[in-house]
Nanobody, 122 residues
Framework: VQLVDSGGGLVKAGGSLRLSCAAS????????MGWFRQAPGKEREFVAA???????YYADSVTGRFTISRDNAKKSLYLQINNLKVEDTAVYYC?????????????????WGQGTQVTVST
């Protein structure tokens, strides 16, 4: 599967963004999907994941502010980000697994988008 991320930008703290990930290929509905982020000088970290039946998983740092969702008919993945904080600044990547089981570790994902930059200012 090929993934294309979009929706990043420069926003002020407290603002909102909606990231999108468009997938191509077959069997999107049977793949677990995830969002990860990587800040400068830091390792890529788990943000959220969703399996084929839309069970959601979140990192503690984003619970209550981020919402992951998917539209299988459109082969799309979304990340709604509310109440943005400066520490949310990072490149955000969507990722796909070959199976329906969602994981929190990057190495479990087989395909990656190119990333979209989110920058939060004070």
């Amino acid at each position: 599967v090929q993934l294309v991320d979009s929706g990043g930008g420069l926003v002020k703290a407290g603002g909102s963004l909606r990231l999108s990930c468009a997938a191509s290929g077959d069997s999107f509905s049977t793949k677990a999907m995830g969002w990860f982020r990587q800040a400068p000088g830091k390792e890529r970290e788990f943000v959220a994941a969703i399996n084929g039946v839309s069970t959601e998983y979140y990192a503690d740092s984003v619970t209550g502010r981020f919402t992951i969702s998917r539209d299988n008919a459109k082969k799309s993945l979304y990340l709604q980000i509310n109440n943005l904080k400066v520490e949310d600044t990072a490149v955000y990547y969507c990722a796909a697994r070959a199976t329906d089981v969602a994981y929190r570790t990057a190495r479990e994902y087989d395909s990656w988008g190119q990333g979209t930059q989110v920058t939060v200012s004070t």
